[in-house]
């Protein structure tokens, strides 16, 4: 959820029902050598309940030692991520790369364990591009892993395909720590599904773009009447911390999120994309959501 689980995403999903937030992908040497390059990406918002700093790197000694930054002193968990699949990151040996190399990956757990009083989580795929989820699992949790999340793809699949739910039935079977599982989660049938498998927890990253209220649904609440209001107040917990010219360009992505299915012509959405102005996009969603 790089770039889209801002603090205003999270205090919104908050809000509408979810228990656990995760912050964006911070990277371990940026907060020891760059720390501003990550400064805005651990700041939460008093309305999350149980806050998870999520963490990628591929050193161990660096990523342990990151644990201890003043960064990371709020988040209640600290999470690793060895499942993101993206260029960037796999190119460095780092995300899902490390389920290439289970000695690294190991260590890394280890490191972090031991260098933390905090739980410590791991997210990963089913593998890179065959399924190792079940051994990667128990390693997690022979190195230290207090619990781990497993989204049911392969690297190599990206997001395309359906997640393998037989396969977080099987890991869930298999390690004796608890298992949170991850993929397709978008409505209360995909939702029921996925708790079939027995998991202890769900979590809800695609789905809940654009709809922050997914969580409050799945637990039989209705969603929010004033939709619009609730993008607003989006805008407004953002606006608190960035400039209003960077803001222009990031929400524009949010924005079309929050249209996502709804029946508006292609010029509107056109319109929402090259927005000049949060006003002028705001003014499109109104007559929208209204």
């Known amino acids: 959820m790089a770039g889209v689980s801002d ?4 205090e919104i999903a908050s809000i509408f029902g979810a228990d656990i937030t995760w912050s964006e992908m911070l990277s371990c040497r940026a907060m020891l050598h760059n720390p501003k390059k990550t400064e805005f990406m651990t700041i939460c918002s008093p309305k999350e309940k149980i806050k998870i700093g999520q963490i990628f790197g591929h050193e161990p000694e660096v990523m342990a030692e990151s644990l201890a930054n003043p960064l990371l002193a709020h988040y209640d968990i600290i999470d690793i991520n060895m499942g993101c699949p993206a260029p960037k990151i796999v190119k460095n040996g780092e995300g899902s790369a490390l389920m290439k190399n289970l000695s690294l990956a190991s260590k890394i757990i280890s490191a972090c364990a031991k260098a933390t009083d905090r739980p410590l989580s791991v997210k990963f795929r089913l ?4 399924d ?9 949790e022979e190195s230290g892993a207090s619990f781990i999340t497993l989204h049911a793809r392969t690297t190599a699949m990206g997001y395309s395909g359906k997640a393998g739910l037989e396969a977080i039935a099987k890991l869930k079977a298999n390690v004796n720590i608890p298992v949170i599982g991850n993929g397709d989660v978008v409505d209360n049938a995909s939702y029921q599904a996925m708790k079939a498998t027995g998991v202890d927890g769900i979590m809800i990253g695609r789905g809940a773009m654009g709809r922050p209220w997914i969580f409050d649904e799945l637990k039989g609440k209705q969603p929010p009447k004033d939709k619009f209001k609730v993008v607003c107040q989006h805008v407004e917990t953002l606006r608190k911390y ?10 524009r992505k949010h924005f079309l999120w929050y249209v996502s299915g709804l029946p508006c012509a292609s010029e509107t959405r056109l319109a929402l994309a090259t927005s000049p102005s949060i006003e002028n996009s705001l003014e499109i969603l109104k007559s929208i959501l209204d």
Do not use: H
């Not at 603090?7 to 999270?10: A, L, V, W």
């Open 7 to 10: 603090i205003g995403f999270r």
């Open 127 to 130: 593998g890179f591009d065959r």
């Open 132 to 140: 190792i989820s079940t051994e990667f699992g128990k390693m997690c």
């Open 242 to 251: 960035y400039e209003e010219k960077w803001l222009t360009l990031y929400l």
